[in-house]
């Protein structure tokens, strides 16, 4: 689909049902300031633009691309001086991610292919709902998580035999511990049909544990502190806005270079956050 | 789809305005995705409504009741209850089976309709969910009791120990202790895995401390992170897939527990199909009753529209024909199977004709109230003005669960009460611990229940955010991609 198709489709939603698309077009932020306008009230550096129009947006954004280049590490020195007492003073200012927010779909996904084609690994997109199409777009690989539940299913499948042959259908002694040759109606000991039940619930069984603790283990959480929750902005993260972070870890993190691609892709909003002083 | 347009022509893309083929959107076109947010989550940080109380309190009270009976049953010992021979499982097996089968709703429009891709889950599924521990929960302590020393319960579990004691795995009610207690683990995780992304809204949005680190504790620290989405998308389908079999399973096991005995009315192979078509349709009807009331109470008419509660009675005039046609077929078997004790059992205890000497079952009625609330009152659905009224909706859904509890009761006690001799026929009656518990136990899922909907987003948030029209990018099908399945759930929805 070119292009023109996808405009063409826009336009149809915006004109056939009256604010179809609304929540997700790209609105001014009303009442909706940049928390903490200079470095010592927050732990970031901050460079918030109160957006009241597009133009307006792209005034302050110049401006503010301005003063940055003029003066970087003008802007750095504040925080730093925060703590001057501190043992690791460095370790108090550090960076920690550049946070670039947007407010539609379409932006983070334009923008996410582009934090991908630089090359970037250690960064990530952060959307209230699973968003389509950023998969391709971050280049992700598809997840490992089903073989976990699988091989843990089949693992629960082969203990429900075990423990009911060594219970119904044998006399061994296995750990001290010995079963009955028991026959139950009719039956022979270790009967395979009335096994059925119980070798399938205890497959799903440990398939359901094992997929949850295998998510929690794939994704990493609990994890209560990051970096990311000391931007007071994120909270709309998980309510109405897209947000891109890419991690000072990362190889290529640039203070100068990855912010100038982050604002390339038209952020709402743009903040370097640093790491909590622990 | 309308023959006029060419179908090769048509896009298949999710962001197609949907009215194009002939489709309406699921929510009101106006709904923003900081709406549902506030709506949903709104819920948790308001003072209840006065409705809520108005149901609350006498909820704790029922469940006071429960508490009381559950103590004077365990002093006293199971003869408290009516049960008596030759009517051994009575009134604590049908609540157990009854409850069982209100909670497999929930399964099933979590898994099952998720499975199939129906969007309109969304807006019940969390709600069903958390439905369906509470009726496990309260359904587990009917056979907890019913082993008449639940102190030595544990007997139950293979457990190695000195008594080098083991259960029986060839006892159907073994596989049903393994089944609930699979069915309870699966609903919890399946439920609590839901919630986190919710709970995570719930905290960033909290202003107080304390609900900021209680709900941040159980969102586990949840950043929105696609990273996670991804794996998280991917656990979330095989829930759905492994959901799917064991609540099927589960009735068919409960449903193994009367089929294996040789009682006529219970030895019949159609149980297991039967069982599993009458709990979701009993789950459907509560959920509407619940659901009813409380988008009333908390003005959740946005987020759960008429087209919603459309699709929920088309459901249950669907599954009412299921069971209407189980009925008729247990009618045909008997007769078919020239068995002439399954024959007496349908015709004389059931129907309540009297058989060449007089005799009948005094338990008839209850054949004849289940058969007309479960067959009869859904056929009101057939007609739209039903569909679209809420008090024909709420009535029928109670007078649908009133059935399914009969069916039970028919089930259970009337074919046990007249078995193969006459001279060990009975009759059961309750008594008032009977009525206290199963009182109780309403009591006791309501108060669960309303604690649910008053502190835990009671709708899924991120779930319904992303069926909002426009919530995925526009250019999405550019590259498609074989992996991004699972992740096709959440795209805009058609209706149907």
Same mark, same amino acid.
């Given at each position: 689909m070119s292009?023109?198709?996808?405009? %063409?489709?826009?336009d149809d @939603?915006?004109?056939?049902?009256?604010?179809?698309?609304?929540?997700f077009?790209?609105?001014?932020?009303?009442?909706?300031?940049?928390?903490?306008?200079?470095?010592?009230?927050?732990?970031g550096?901050l460079?918030?633009?109160?957006?009241?129009?597009?133009?307006?947006?792209?005034?302050?954004?110049?401006?503010?691309?301005?003063?940055a280049?003029?003066?970087?590490a003008?802007?750095?020195?504040?925080?730093?001086e925060?703590k001057?007492?501190?043992?690791?003073?460095a370790?108090?200012a550090?960076?920690?991610?550049?946070?670039?927010?947007f407010e539609?779909?379409?932006a983070i996904?334009?923008?996410a %292919?582009r934090?991908?084609?630089?090359?970037?690994?250690k960064?990530d997109?952060?959307t209230?709902?699973?968003?389509h199409g950023?998969?391709?777009?971050m280049?992700l690989?598809?997840?490992k998580?089903?073989?976990?539940?699988?091989?843990?299913g089949?693992t629960?499948?082969l203990?429900?035999?075990?423990?009911m042959?060594?219970?119904?259908?044998t006399?061994? @002694?296995?750990m001290g511990?010995?079963?009955?040759?028991?026959?139950?109606?009719?039956k022979?000991?270790?009967?395979?049909?009335?096994?059925?039940?119980?070798l399938?619930e205890l497959g799903?069984?440990?398939c359901?544990?094992?997929?949850?603790?295998?998510?929690?283990?794939?994704?990493?959480?609990?994890?209560?502190?990051h970096?990311v929750?000391? @931007?007071?902005?994120?909270?709309r993260?998980?309510d109405?806005?897209?947000?891109i972070?890419?991690?000072?870890?990362?190889d290529?993190?640039?203070?100068e270079?990855t912010?100038?691609l982050?604002?390339?892709?038209?952020p709402?909003?743009?903040?370097?956050?640093?790491?909590?002083?622990? | 789809?309308?023959?006029?347009?060419?179908?090769?022509?048509?896009?298949?893309?999710?962001?197609?305005p949907?009215?194009d083929?002939?489709e309406?959107?699921l929510?009101p076109?106006d709904?923003t995705?900081?709406?549902?947010?506030?709506?949903? !989550?709104?819920?948790t940080?308001?003072?209840?409504?006065?409705?809520?109380?108005?149901?609350?309190?006498?909820?704790?009270?029922?469940?006071?009741?429960?508490f009381?009976?559950?103590?004077?049953?365990?002093?006293?010992?199971?003869?408290?209850?009516g049960?008596?021979a030759?009517?051994?499982w009575a009134?604590?097996?049908?609540?157990?089976?009854?409850w069982?089968g209100i909670?497999?709703?929930?399964?099933?429009?979590?898994?099952?309709?998720?499975?199939f891709?129906?969007?309109?889950?969304?807006?019940?599924?969390?709600?069903?969910e958390?439905?369906?521990?509470?009726a496990v929960?309260?359904?587990?302590i009917?056979?907890v009791l019913h082993?008449?020393?639940?102190?030595?319960?544990?007997?139950?579990?293979p457990?190695?120990?000195?008594?080098n004691?083991?259960?029986?795995?060839?006892?159907p009610?073994?596989?049903?202790?393994?089944?609930?207690?699979?069915?309870?683990?699966?609903?919890?995780?399946?439920?609590?895995v839901?919630?986190?992304p919710?709970?995570a809204?719930?905290r960033d949005r909290?202003?107080?401390?304390?609900?900021?680190?209680?709900?941040g504790?159980f969102?586990?620290g949840?950043?929105?992170?696609?990273?996670?989405?991804q794996?998280?998308e991917?656990?979330y389908?095989?829930?759905?897939a492994?959901?799917?079999?064991?609540?099927?399973?589960?009735h068919?096991?409960v449903?193994?527990?009367?089929?294996?005995?040789?009682?006529?009315?219970?030895h019949t192979?159609?149980f297991?199909?039967?069982?599993?078509?009458? !709990?979701v349709?009993?789950?459907?009807?509560?959920?509407?009753?619940?659901?009813?009331?409380?988008?009333?109470v908390f003005?959740?008419h946005?987020?759960?529209?008429?087209?919603h509660?459309d699709?929920?009675?088309k459901?249950?005039?669907?599954t009412?024909?299921?069971?209407?046609y189980?009925?008729?077929?247990e009618f045909?078997?008997?007769?078919?199977?020239?068995?002439?004790?399954?024959?007496?059992?349908?015709?004389h205890?059931r129907?309540?004709?009297?058989?060449?000497?007089?005799q009948?079952?005094p338990y008839?009625?209850?054949?004849?109230?289940m058969?007309?609330?479960?067959?009869?009152?859904?056929?009101?659905?057939w007609?739209?003005?039903?569909?679209?009224?809420?008090p024909?909706?709420?009535?029928?859904?109670?007078?649908?669960?009133v059935?399914?509890?009969f069916?039970?009761?028919?089930?259970i006690?009337?074919s046990?009460?007249?078995?193969?001799l006459?001279?060990a026929w009975g009759?059961?009656?309750?008594?008032?611990?009977?009525?206290?518990l199963?009182?109780?136990?309403?009591?006791?899922?309501?108060?669960?229940?309303?604690l649910?909907?008053?502190?835990?987003?009671?709708?899924?948030? !991120?779930?319904?955010k992303?069926?909002l029209?426009?919530a995925?990018p526009?250019?999405?099908?550019?590259?498609?991609?074989?992996?991004?399945?699972p992740a096709?759930?959440l795209?805009?929805?058609?209706?149907e």
């Amino acid at each position: 689909m070119s292009e023109d198709d996808d405009k %063409k489709l826009d336009d149809d @939603s915006s004109s056939s049902e009256k604010g179809a698309s609304e929540p997700f077009r790209k609105k001014t932020i009303v009442g909706m300031a940049p928390v903490g306008q200079t470095p010592k009230e927050t732990k970031g550096t901050l460079m918030g633009m109160p957006a009241i129009d597009d133009a307006q947006v792209e005034a302050d954004k110049q401006e503010k691309l301005a003063a940055a280049e003029e003066k970087p590490a003008a802007e750095e020195k504040p925080a730093a001086e925060e703590k001057p007492a501190a043992e690791k003073p460095a370790a108090a200012a550090r960076p920690a991610l550049y946070l670039a927010e947007f407010e539609t779909p379409d932006a983070i996904v334009h923008a996410a %292919k582009r934090v991908r084609d630089a090359g970037y690994t250690k960064w990530d997109c952060h959307t209230p709902y699973a968003l389509h199409g950023l998969d391709d777009a971050m280049g992700l690989t598809p997840t490992k998580i089903g073989i976990i539940s699988f091989i843990f299913g089949l693992t629960g499948v082969l203990a429900a035999f075990l423990l009911m042959y060594a219970t119904n259908a044998t006399d061994t @002694s296995v750990m001290g511990f010995a079963g009955y040759r028991a026959i139950i109606g009719g039956k022979p000991p270790g009967a395979f049909p009335s096994m059925v039940p119980i070798l399938f619930e205890l497959g799903i069984l440990l398939c359901g544990l094992s997929t949850l603790f295998g998510l929690c283990g794939l994704v990493k959480l609990p994890r209560h502190n990051h970096p990311v929750f000391s @931007s007071e902005r994120f909270a709309r993260a998980t309510d109405d806005r897209y947000f891109i972070s890419i991690e000072a870890a990362d190889d290529r993190f640039d203070l100068e270079d990855t912010r100038a691609l982050l604002e390339s892709t038209d952020p709402s909003f743009l903040e370097l956050v640093e790491e909590d002083a622990a | 789809m309308s023959d006029a347009l060419p179908i090769d022509t048509l896009p298949i893309d999710d962001s197609v305005p949907i009215e194009d083929i002939g489709e309406r959107h699921l929510m009101p076109a106006d709904m923003t995705i900081s709406e549902v947010t506030n709506l949903v !989550a709104g819920v948790t940080e308001r003072p209840a409504p006065r409705g809520w109380w108005i149901l609350f309190i006498p909820a704790v009270m029922l469940a006071g009741l429960m508490f009381a009976c559950l103590g004077y049953l365990v002093s006293a010992g199971t003869g408290v209850w009516g049960n008596n021979a030759p009517v051994y499982w009575a009134w604590d097996i049908t609540n157990f089976v009854w409850w069982i089968g209100i909670g497999h709703a929930g399964t099933l429009i979590s898994a099952i309709l998720f499975l199939f891709r129906q969007k309109w889950r969304t807006s019940i599924n969390r709600f069903a969910e958390a439905m369906t521990v509470f009726a496990v929960l309260c359904a587990a302590i009917f056979p907890v009791l019913h082993t008449g020393r639940p102190w030595l319960d544990y007997y139950l579990f293979p457990i190695p120990s000195a008594m080098n004691v083991w259960p029986n795995f060839k006892s159907p009610l073994m596989w049903d202790v393994f089944a609930v207690n699979t069915y309870l683990t699966i609903s919890v995780v399946f439920w609590y895995v839901g919630l986190i992304p919710d709970l995570a809204t719930i905290r960033d949005r909290s202003t107080n401390l304390l609900r900021k680190r209680i709900y941040g504790f159980f969102a586990l620290g949840w950043r929105g992170s696609h990273r996670h989405w991804q794996h998280y998308e991917r656990a979330y389908l095989i829930f759905a897939a492994i959901s799917t079999p064991l609540v099927l399973s589960v009735h068919s096991v409960v449903s193994f527990d009367f089929a294996t005995s040789v009682i006529p009315g219970w030895h019949t192979t159609i149980f297991p199909p039967y069982f599993v078509t009458g !709990a979701v349709f009993s789950g459907f009807a509560l959920v509407m009753t619940l659901m009813l009331i409380v988008r009333a109470v908390f003005g959740m008419h946005r987020v759960v529209t008429l087209k919603h509660l459309d699709l929920m009675t088309k459901f249950m005039l669907a599954t009412s024909m299921l069971v209407g046609y189980a009925y008729a077929m247990e009618f045909f078997v008997a007769w078919y199977s020239g068995n002439p004790y399954e024959w007496w059992h349908f015709y004389h205890t059931r129907i309540g004709l009297a058989d060449s000497t007089g005799q009948r079952s005094p338990y008839f009625w209850a054949w004849l109230a289940m058969v007309s609330c479960n067959v009869g009152v859904p056929q009101i659905f057939w007609f739209k003005f039903a569909r679209r009224s809420i008090p024909v909706m709420f009535v029928a859904t109670l007078l649908i669960n009133v059935g399914m509890w009969f069916e039970r009761f028919v089930i259970i006690v009337l074919s046990i009460h007249r078995d193969y001799l006459p001279s060990a026929w009975g009759i059961f009656h309750p008594t008032l611990v009977d009525m206290g518990l199963y009182l109780g136990t309403m009591g006791f899922f309501l108060t669960l229940f309303l604690l649910f909907v008053r502190w835990l987003p009671m709708f899924a948030i !991120a779930e319904l955010k992303g069926i909002l029209p426009g919530a995925h990018p526009s250019h999405l099908h550019d590259h498609h991609e074989p992996h991004e399945a699972p992740a096709g759930e959440l795209s805009p929805a058609p209706a149907e």
